[in-house]
């Protein structure tokens, strides 16, 4: 499976493994049991000789794995070196203090890991191969926000404090994404970044822009009771600025022959989390992924496919047309 590319909405390290999955599947249910590696290991730092013992590497290797990949660039995790190395990390007193109160505010998951299963099982209804990940948390240091292997999903739980938590006002992060109401819709996400990665142009605008409407189309059938600013970590505000500047918006990039124009600094623009000030002051970011969300759905109504059929079609200029997108 090609994990290499990544959209710019969600900070993800993707890396390939094995790893059994425990999650457990029956009818019309998925249970997702969250695998608590961040309380394990913040039980093993606090401790007076904190020593990875085998029962931790057993139960963790995997996430080891991954997590030493992301921060250090290196999987050896076995070595003395490796482990001293992220007990000191963690150890960092900023760290160490956003690490405890994550670690308080995520206390009980429950509520989580219901909805989680609940996205899951809706995801499994519409691709019954999709193979459901082991799924974990883990605590970056605002760092990697998702860590995805082939079977095993993992996520930062102290990127989601709130977009009011003091900490985050000295980082340029984008605060409004940073909400426990963000936790599910973003573990879905990079999992189907990871199942469909992108396989077109980056480059051109029309085809970034309609693989990232793919996603966020599912992404909001597996959890229909999000709302839709939730989905693109808007305010309403900013939602409402979209539904009102549509047609202009999709004039503007017409006008200035960014669809179809290779150029990968104006691209990129269009999913930018900053304010998209190059078409207004007022404009919130991440413009690309909302207007192929659009045009996704008016797809999706005009031609009845089923998304299966959806994610096949590789088309992106078959799909724009039958979409018959005009605001």
């Known amino acids: 499976m090609d994990r290499r590319f990544l959209p710019a909405l969600l900070t993800v390290c993707l890396l390939v493994g094995c790893h059994r999955s425990d999650t457990v599947r029956g009818g ?25 013992d085998a029962q931790f590497t057993t139960e963790y290797g995997a996430m080891l794995k991954v997590v030493g990949l992301g921060l250090f660039g290196r999987e050896d995790t076995h070595s003395a070196d490796f482990q001293d190395r992220l007990i000191n990390y963690y150890a960092e007193p900023a760290l160490y203090r956003l690490y405890e109160e994550a670690l308080e505010k995520y206390d ?48 930062s739980i102290d990127k ?35 199942e469909y990665p992108f396989a077109g142009n980056d480059r051109v605008l029309i085809e970034r822009m309609i693989y990232e409407g793919k996603i966020k189309y599912v992404t909001g059938l597996a959890l229909p009771h999000v709302a839709p600013e939730t989905m693109m970590g ?10 009102g500047h549509e047609k202009e918006l999709w004039r503007l990039i017409i006008e200035r022959k960014h669809l179809y124009t290779p150029d990968h ?11 998209s000030t190059f078409v207004s002051d007022d404009a919130p970011g991440n413009l690309g992924a909302w207007t192929g969300w659009q045009i996704v759905s008016k797809y999706m109504e ?26």
Not at 265 to 275: H, I, L, N, Q, R
């Open 28 to 52: 019309n249910d998925t249970t997702i049991h969250i695998h608590r590696f961040d309380k394990d290991l913040f039980r093993l730092i606090s401790s007076g000789t904190p020593v990875f």
């Open 108 to 155: 009980c998951i429950e509520s989580l890991e219901a909805e989680l299963g609940r996205g899951f099982a809706r995801l499994h209804a519409v691709f019954p191969a999709m193979q459901i990940p082991a799924v974990y948390m883990h605590v970056s240091g605002l760092g990697q926000n998702l860590l995805v292997d082939d079977s095993l999903l993992s996520i």
């Open 160 to 194: 989601y404090m709130g977009a009011d938590y003091p900490l985050y006002r000295l980082y340029p992060l984008p605060r409004q994404r940073m909400n426990p109401e963000n936790i599910v819709v973003d573990y879905l996400t990079a999992w189907l970044l990871s």
């Open 234 to 243: 808007y305010t309403p505000d900013a939602y409402r600025w979209c539904k």
């Open 265 to 275: 600094v104006t691209v990129m623009k269009y999913f930018s989390d900053a304010p």
């Open 302 to 327: 005009k031609t009845k496919a089923s998304v299966q059929e959806l994610m096949n079609n590789t088309d992106c200029q078959d799909i724009l047309s039958r979409s018959k997108y005009k605001p």
